[in-house]
């Protein structure tokens, strides 16, 4: 069993940047691929980024590549993606999650656990 929890949300105007952080607990955390993903109101929730266990291979969605990346640090069992330049279109929940498949897969059916979620709101 993983427990996540997200932090870092806000409140952030168009062109700003924010830090999501999510911190894993629980037995092997660190061997978990770990992915952002995000749901606007009325919309279904899409991937946005993620890492292998190991760190070494991120995947992003098109729509943030160089804008938005994600770290993870295994000695810390956390997650991170920084976000820059953000639009409008990405304000949404910004939810954090854990795969036991060790590829970052950008489909949610490929994850087992999910944080709690953090609000993102991007005013214009």
């Known amino acids: 069993q993983i427990q996540l929890v997200e932090s870092g949300g806000g409140l952030v105007q168009a062109g700003g940047s924010l830090r999501l952080s999510c911190a894993a607990s629980?037995?092997?955390?660190?061997?978990?691929?770990l992915g952002w993903f995000r749901q606007a109101p009325g919309k279904e929730r899409e991937f946005v980024a993620g890492?292998?266990?190991?760190?070494?291979?991120?995947n992003y969605a098109d729509s943030v590549k160089g804008r938005f990346t994600i770290s993870r640090d295994n000695a810390k069992n956390t997650v991170e993606v920084q976000t820059n330049s953000l639009r409008p279109e990405a304000a949404a929940v910004y939810y954090c999650a854990a795969s036991g498949i060790l590829a970052t897969i950008p489909h949610d059916y490929g994850y087992d656990y999910w944080g709690q979620g953090a609000q993102v709101t991007v005013s214009s």
């Open positions: 890492a292998s266990w190991r760190g070494g291979v991120a």
């Open positions: 629980g037995r092997a955390a660190s061997t978990f691929t």
